[in-house]
């Protein structure tokens, strides 16, 4: 087992990841600014994420990154998503068809994190990168995933919010009167809608994949300004990403669900 030390340093590490990924390339000083950690320490620190070839020196005089290795670890873990890779020539389809940001999420705990991620040909929205998360209850995607978690789920999910919600914008739904009809409404419809509830100005749609079970196993979505989405062109978009979604979800063998 890992003793507290060692788990200790793993954090701190974690800690400095996190930030290289955030802000691409800091100095040691910048990084203990950050942390509140001694220079020395997150030195040494660096140096050691070196030797693994988990940060290397960066373009600037004194900088540090993230390094190659993180990306072959990245690949292994999108490659460990069945979702993914059956989802993928779906994407790319629906992406050429529409020229919209495309997202494919799936649920841990109380998060939607997203595993792959199509940027929109005209606007790259930013809310969501690969590897990144939403709260369940803020956006299309995520709000596919909690609808279809089961109402017990729903008000536990509002219970541990304990009424606090987080709020991205005036429109995202943080109390249960608001959400909960949300929620209705994606099940019956099949289709979440997000209306600047993320960011303002940006709208999106999502379908749930379903596998040969009947269990939700990803939710497939569909973002960009709110005229694109929402406009005239919101028949056929929507149409799209449902058939898409059926397209992915066969490959699961939803069919075979009773």
């Known amino acids: 087992m890992v003793n507290e030390n060692g788990l200790q340093l793993v954090r701190k590490a974690v800690e400095a990841l996190d930030l290289l990924a955030r802000d691409r390339e800091l100095t040691p000083a910048q990084i203990a600014e950050l942390t509140g950690e001694p220079r020395s320490s997150v030195y040494r620190l660096l140096t050691g994420l070196q030797q693994l070839e988990l940060v290397e020196k960066g373009a600037r005089r004194g900088t ?88 017990e789920f729903w008000h536990e999910y509002l219970r541990a919010g304990a009424g606090k919600l987080e709020a991205f914008t005036p429109a995202t739904p943080t109390a249960a009167e608001d959400l ?12 979440a809608v997000s209306d600047g509830d993320v960011t303002v100005g940006i709208a999106a749609l999502g379908v749930p994949v379903t596998d040969y079970r009947g269990d939700v ?42």
Not at 234 to 250: D, V, Y
């Open 180 to 191: 909960i009809p949300e929620l209705e409404n994606t099940l019956h419809a099949g289709v």
């Open 64 to 151: 540090y990154r993230l390094g190659l290795h993180l990306l072959q670890l990245g690949e292994s873990v999108k490659k460990g998503f069945d979702e993914r890779a059956l989802a993928l020539p779906v994407m790319e389809k629906l992406h050429d068809l529409t020229g919209e940001t495309i997202f494919l999420c799936i649920r841990r705990g109380s998060e939607a994190v997203c595993i792959e991620r199509l940027d929109g040909k005209w606007v790259q929205t930013l809310a969501l990168q690969v590897g990144g998360s939403l709260p369940l209850h803020a956006g299309a995607a995520p709000r596919v995933l909690l609808a279809n978690a089961g109402r």
């Open 217 to 258: 196993r990803a939710a497939l979505s569909i973002s960009g300004v709110r005229p694109s989405i929402l406009g005239a062109r919101h028949k056929e978009i929507r149409e799209n990403l449902i058939a898409a979604g059926r397209e992915i979800s066969r490959s699961l063998g939803a069919d075979l669900a009773n």
